[in-house]
């Protein structure tokens, strides 16, 4: 069983950053793919990122390209998401998301993560 806690959400403005955290518990964390959903109000829960068990393995949503950064570290049971150049079409809030243990398929659908945090709220002024 894999708990999964995010942090660092908040209000920022448009063009300006931050950084969500995910702290993890579990002694298999480093056998799970891990991935960063969002969700808007009234809207589908979305892939925004995935990163594989070591690291070097990433995927972005093409809306994130080139502004966002998934990132691990396994000694520390830990994942994050560097937001820059925010937008407004970011807001969300944003969850954080495990898979089974020993997964290798990078995916990027809901049903491929069984566990997930509580989400941590963005909001973009503009």
């Known amino acids: 069983q894999v708990q999964l806690v995010e942090s660092g959400g908040g209000l920022v403005q448009a063009g300006g950053s931050l950084r969500l955290s995910c702290a993890a518990s579990?002694?298999?964390?480093?056998?799970?793919?891990m991935a960063w959903f969002r969700q808007a109000p009234g809207k589908e829960r979305n892939i925004v990122a995935v990163?594989?068990?070591?690291?070097?393995?990433?995927y972005y949503v093409d809306s994130v390209k080139g502004r966002f950064t998934i990132s691990r570290n396994n000694f520390q049971n830990m994942v994050y998401l560097q937001m820059n150049s925010l937008k407004p079409e970011d807001p969300a809030v944003y969850y954080c998301?495990?898979?089974?243990?020993?997964?290798?398929?990078?995916?990027?659908?809901?049903?491929?993560?069984?566990?997930w945090g509580q989400g941590t709220q963005v909001t973009v002024s503009a």
């Open positions: 990163i594989g068990w070591s690291g070097p393995n990433t």
């Open positions: 998301a495990a898979t089974h243990p020993s997964t290798i398929v990078m995916t990027t659908t809901r049903d491929g993560y069984a566990y």
């Open positions: 579990g002694r298999t964390f480093s056998r799970h793919t």
